[in-house]
């Protein structure tokens, strides 16, 4: 199924699926709109208008920043939970609905669009299949069927949490140009497989900002999809900065400026996460620790959270001056804000 290009109510025909779809210039506009948002929380920007939030996953400051940021700009979210709150959803072209599911997605779009100015949904993979998952089913057929601006919340990749950790390290280093500045994006372990997401999108949007990219994990097995290496070695070379592979902890972390954390699972696994398990436990010896980042430049540390503590990053970490996990999640409620405005046509 092909994405196809909507006129939503104000005219406008862009969702927000992924930052790749979006120009540097416009990422950089909804950024400068979010400092002005972070020193002037409350207008009216979106008063009168209605902000559908459906969540097929947990969450809770994707949900508590989107439910918060409607309402601090005078619009109203409505907050709804297939297979929970509201009913199950199906979503294949000819599916024959003979399941658990009550809906298709092509109706529930349709009626929501009619009803909301703006469609976000947050759908994580199955983990059974990438293949399958890597079509991003759910959000592709929202944004197919929806006549309103459909916002990603996260599926297969977190486009607001890049905005909001690009945004956390302009603040820290107290400048827009990242260019240069050597970040590693490192996997830790975590007893469960997670979602690749937050790497996918942390691998587009720094090189996006020219930064010399390392990312730093077991082995090739825990290199992410291949549509995203492709996008960060192609930002690389347009930026001028620089995309590479380290499976060695020492010289990743020597004179990095900048440290991201994350866990996810191996993509060769999909479906046969036993088969991983032992890999997994082998190394976790990951954590991001004091001794790792005593090799860096005095680098700043962040993790999108939730984050178990002393399993990815140990408390010192966590807790150092040089952390900026809350920041990079306040900044949730500010770039979402922004971007609420931009794709409803009411920025100012």
Same mark, same amino acid.
């Given at each position: 199924m092909q994405v196809t290009e909507v006129k939503s109510k104000t005219g406008l025909p862009r969702h927000f699926l992924n930052t790749q779809d979006w120009s540097w210039s416009e990422l950089c506009a909804l950024l400068d709109h979010a400092r002005e948002l972070k020193e002037n929380p409350i207008q009216p920007l979106l008063n009168g208008k209605s902000v559908a939030l459906v969540f097929f996953n947990p969450s809770l400051r994707t949900r508590a920043s989107f439910d918060i940021g409607a309402t601090q700009l005078g619009g109203h979210a409505v907050v709804l939970e297939p297979g929970g709150s509201s009913w199950e959803?199906?979503?294949?072209?000819?599916? %024959?609905?003979?399941?658990?599911?009550?809906?298709?997605?092509? @109706?529930?779009?349709? %009626?929501?669009s009619k009803y909301c100015d703006i469609i976000a949904l947050r759908a994580f993979p199955k983990f059974r299949d990438w293949s399958v998952d890597r079509r991003d089913l759910v959000l592709t057929a929202f944004a197919t069927h929806a006549s309103v601006p459909v916002i990603n919340m996260e599926t297969i990749t977190h486009p607001c949490q890049e905005?909001?950790?690009?945004?956390?390290?302009? @603040?820290?280093?107290?400048?827009?140009d990242l260019k240069g500045k050597k970040y590693v994006l490192t996997w830790t372990y975590h007893p469960k497989p997670l979602n690749t997401a937050v790497a996918n999108s942390a691998a587009m949007i720094a090189t996006r900002a020219g930064m010399d990219v390392t990312l730093l994990c077991p082995d090739e097995r825990y290199l992410l999809d291949e549509r995203y290496m492709g996008f960060a070695t192609q930002n690389a070379e347009d930026t001028g900065g620089s995309f590479e592979v380290s499976h060695d902890i020492e010289a990743a972390y020597d004179g990095a400026d900048i440290v991201y954390a994350k866990s996810w699972g191996a993509i060769p696994f999909f479906g046969n996460w036993e088969a991983e398990k032992p890999i997994r436990d082998a190394n976790k010896h990951f954590i991001v620790d004091e001794q790792k980042m005593a090799r860096t430049n005095n680098a700043c540390f962040?993790?999108?959270?939730?984050?178990r503590r002393n399993i990815k990053a140990t408390d010192a970490v966590m807790d150092s001056p040089n952390s900026l996990i809350i920041e990079e999640a306040e900044n949730r409620l500010h770039v979402q804000k922004a971007l609420m405005t931009t794709v409803a046509g009411t920025k100012v």
């Open positions: 959803m199906a979503f294949g072209e000819g599916e %024959v609905m003979d399941g658990a599911a009550e809906e298709h997605a092509k @109706e529930a779009a349709r %009626v929501l905005l909001a950790h690009l945004m956390a390290l302009r @603040e820290y280093f107290g400048t827009d962040s993790h999108c959270l939730p984050a």
